[in-house]
């Protein structure tokens, strides 16, 4: 792990003005997703690697003896051979630089809610994908490793665009605490291969290459991943492999878990369509009913009168008649 950095204070990562970026290695999402927050090359995969396997020893400590089926001692819960780690490992990275990793939906994180702007950085996840999205210098940039480039965003769109994501079933992390300020840059860092340092006027010059090169083909900067988004080759993926298992020698070995949320998800929100759509044709349904039955009250009002007209006829005709 790289200590070179400075603690500052809550603020965005100056930098001399220039913004971290990490370019998608295998699938090292987390360990870039981190790296971006500290604005700087501060973990390795195999840094994570140890922090997954200090908690899975921990976890296998607190469950000796429980009667408890859910717990597979011989697996790991915190990280997956292809390099997938848990929220809890993120968490502990953190932690090191006195940064706390919160769930946006719980109630301490209630401001951060109501007006993002404020905040200085959010985490993201869905299924076997993480990102940062972090304020630099006063501004706000989407640092998604899959991206060329860090994108920026609008402060209005900030806001609009994390609601877009939790719709998307993204679930959404909010870090807060004493960001670090400086990162000293050097040349072994800088040269890792998918950490580098842009300015804001060259990360925007990429992103609109990339965006215009996407609208011609299939918009790549959907919330939505495709599958096989995050496809790697097959080589690297094979090394790191070999490296995760490596470094977790004294633990067992670990399995990837796949999340099936997306799919409940659509599930969900279809069964919902289907009730409503349901419900509007029982009403339209019930409706229609009440109006045929008002129809035939009125026509058997109606009948019902004419016939006692014509009763009443009758009776001044018989009444003239007898006079």
Known sequence: MNSSIERGGGGGASNGGMLYHEVQESKLCAVHCVNTVLQGPVFSEFDLAALASDLDRTERQMMVGSVTGDFLPELSHNVSLDGDFSIQVLQKALEVWDLQVIPLDSPVAEPAQIDPERENAFICHLQDHWFCIRKVNGEWYNFDSLYAAPEHLSKFYLSAYLDSLKGFGWSIFLVRGNF??????????????????????????????????????????????????????????????????????????????????????????????????????????????????????????????????ENTNKTAENVQENV
């Open 180 to 309: 670090p300020k400086e990162c000293l840059i050097t040349s072994s860092e800088a040269s890792n291969g998918y950490g580098q340092w842009l300015s804001p006027e060259d990360a925007e010059r990429i992103t609109k290459s990339c965006n215009s090169g996407s609208r011609k083909g299939r918009g790549r900067r959907n919330v939505e991943y495709e599958e096989g988004e995050m496809s790697v080759d097959d080589d690297e993926d094979e090394d790191l492999k070999a490296a995760i298992a490596a470094s977790l020698m004294d633990s067992s070995p670990a399995i990837e878990t796949m999340s099936g949320t997306s799919e409940n998800e659509n599930t969900k929100k279809t069964a919902e369509y289907e009730n409503t759509k349901n419900t509007a044709e029982y009403e339209n349904t019930k409706k229609t009913a009440e109006y045929e039955n008002t129809n035939k009250t009125a026509e058997n009002e109606n009948t019902n009168k004419t016939a006692e007209n």
